[in-house]
């Protein structure tokens, strides 16, 4: 979602009434989840004009709001005051999730045995809408490897994670998620929907979904489901630098993913 369709999204929230059949939402609540996402988004430090402009919020209930996110420790200014960016608790929460999180527990230890097992580096990840957001990350032990960290937010169709994931919902589901034209992130971007709904099909018969640099250049990704829900939530991915990328290694890869594919289905089951 945009920051424009956060933004009416909130303003449809706020003026929502007991008459929609909903909880009415509460204003101030939702201006700040609306502002930290939108600092989540936007590493760095902002000037209030900016925040306004991109948040279409009143000017003086937003510098109220900035204050006291500031003096709560959710949001950081710089040395003028002037400027402002997310804080140090929000960190602090988001690192609770993923310490709390059955799943990323249970994972560890497939997650650990599939990095020795292809010796690249390794990601688990949850579907949240249109993205995928990383939980736990395993570094490749070799030199030429990819940048990964935990929190980090990718686009849904274009990384081997997201086609995993979207390849247990139905074409009209994957309809209904995605717009008609895809964003592009690199020139291999499969950018058409319906062309990404014709490789969905391949995913469900071969298992295991590619993405062929249509991430980052020089790098390609595989990634399997893990089926402890229908459709499913998390996923599990093996990223490679092409030029490291030989049919055998290639092959290497898939079988230990579905090896950790079934090892999840196991310990799961349940949650």
Known sequence: MTTAESAGSAGSAESAGPASGAPAAVKSAVRTVLLLEHFAARPGLHS???IQHDLSLPKSSLYMLLRTLVNL????TDASGTRYGIGVRALL???SYIDGDEVVAAARPTLDRLSDDTTE???LARMDGTSVVYLAT???QHYLRPFTRVGRRLPVHSTALG????????DEEVRGLLPQRLEAVTEHTITDRERL???LALVREQGYAMDREENTLGLRCFGVAVPYRTPARDAVSCSVPVARL???HEQVIKAALFEARDRLSVVTRRM
């Open 163 to 170: 086609k995993a994931l979207l390849a247990t919902y139905t």
């Open 121 to 123: 580096t390794i990601h």
């Open 48 to 50: 209030l004009a900016d």
């Open 73 to 76: 420790g959710w949001v950081e």
């Open 246 to 248: 030989t049919p055998g």
């Open 197 to 199: 709904i014709e490789e």
């Open 93 to 95: 929460v988001g690192s």
């Open 138 to 140: 395993r570094q490749s």
